[in-house]
């Protein structure tokens, strides 16, 4: 959903290369170096280093590592799926298609937050152009009854205000920034009306993901789990994993694992795996959930966007609401004066 350093539609392009400089017999060498000098500006210094890494024997997966925040969920996971699989093509070919489809999600929840926000800023201007008027026309009038009057006071107002919502951006930036703290964030958000319903389809649409394809290529089930609770990014997911690799390693199904880890995977999730797993279908069962659940994440984004839209519309008519309503008492309480009462 919110992606770290790397822009989405530059992953996005960089996916699509890599797809077809694999499939035209390039080696990964080679099209790294290529990706070092051609590819997207801000992605250009990984490729270097990563054809370095593959050209002194490393693995792909462990030239990546260090650079795992600085991509989003599931990249990194698929990667080693498909070096291990000998199917890198196909990988870059199915995080091509994912990536996206997230891009897609992310601009119109961001689209429709604009005049939200429009709005919220607009509030902080006017309240703030009040305070100063009435500085101007030599009132001491208090609007918000904060103190707040005159020049100091308006500019004040939109230091303490722009200066609180910039604050919290860069700190949701920062835990963004760092793919551990991000799980983390996510997996608190969980419990948060819509946004949590919300994060938790894109979790488990991440997980079905790689859960197929881990499968079709034939790794064990163990390694399988290991990739597929890692690309959730999501804390709550993420701490089942140990349990749900025990129950393989026990010889138990999939259906076990996930009943055993406590994570929050719904009945249908767990029984649709129970069904794949005993009729042989799991690439076919997790492709069609993970459709699913992308809509189903899709539709619910755009209701917590809504819903985070009519909280910015309040919170702004919450401040005007409350400067009219000071005015009006100061003006009451000055006029009650003037008279002698």
């Known amino acids: 959903m919110f992606t770290p350093k790397c822009p989405l539609p530059a992953l996005v392009a960089w996916c699509r290369t890599l797809k077809h400089s694999l ?51 599931l990249f990194v996971e698929l990667v080693a799926v498909g070096e291990t699989s000998g199917r890198l093509e196909e990988t870059f070919d199915e995080l091509c298609q994912y990536y996206e489809v997230t891009d897609r999600v992310r601009r119109d929840f961001r689209s429709q937050m604009i005049y939200p926000t429009i709005q919220f800023v607009a509030a902080i201007l006017i309240i703030a152009a009040l305070i100063f008027v009435l500085g101007l026309l030599g009132s001491k009038m208090d609007p918000l009854g904060l103190g707040l009057t005159g020049t100091g006071g308006a500019l004040t107002f939109l230091v303490v205000a722009f200066g609180t919502v910039g604050g919290l951006v860069l700190a949701v930036r920062a835990v963004l920034n760092s793919l551990k703290w991000k799980s983390r964030l996510e997996g608190m958000m969980l419990i948060v009306p819509a946004w949590g319903g919300a994060l938790k389809c894109f979790a488990i649409h991440r997980f079905l993901i790689a859960l197929r394809m881990t499968h079709e290529a034939g790794l064990r089930a163990e390694k399988a789990l290991h990739y ?31 009943e055993a880890s406590g994570a929050p995977f719904p009945d249908e999730v767990r029984d649709s795996i129970l069904g794949a797993e005993e009729a042989g279908m799991m690439t076919e069962v997790c492709e069609r959930l993970a459709e699913n659940y992308r809509e189903d994440g899709s539709r619910k984004l755009k209701e917590a966007a809504q819903y985070t839209s009519w909280g910015l519309y309040a919170l702004g008519a919450m401040f005007i609401i409350i400067a009219i309503f000071t005015i009006y008492t100061n003006s009451i309480a000055q006029a009650y004066k003037q008279a002698g009462l």
């Open 23 to 73: 499939g035209a017999g390039l080696s990964p060498v080679r099209v790294f170096k290529q990706q070092a000098k051609s590819g997207p500006r801000v992605l250009r210094p990984i490729a270097a280093d990563v054809a370095a890494k593959l050209e002194k024997g490393s693995s792909l997966e462990d030239a990546f590592e260090p650079y795992r925040d600085q991509f989003p969920p």
């Open 228 to 258: 597929g609770f890692r690309a959730t990014a999501n804390s709550v997911f993420m701490n089942g994993e140990d349990r749900a690799v025990a129950v393989v390693k026990k010889g138990g199904a999939i259906y076990d694992a996930l």
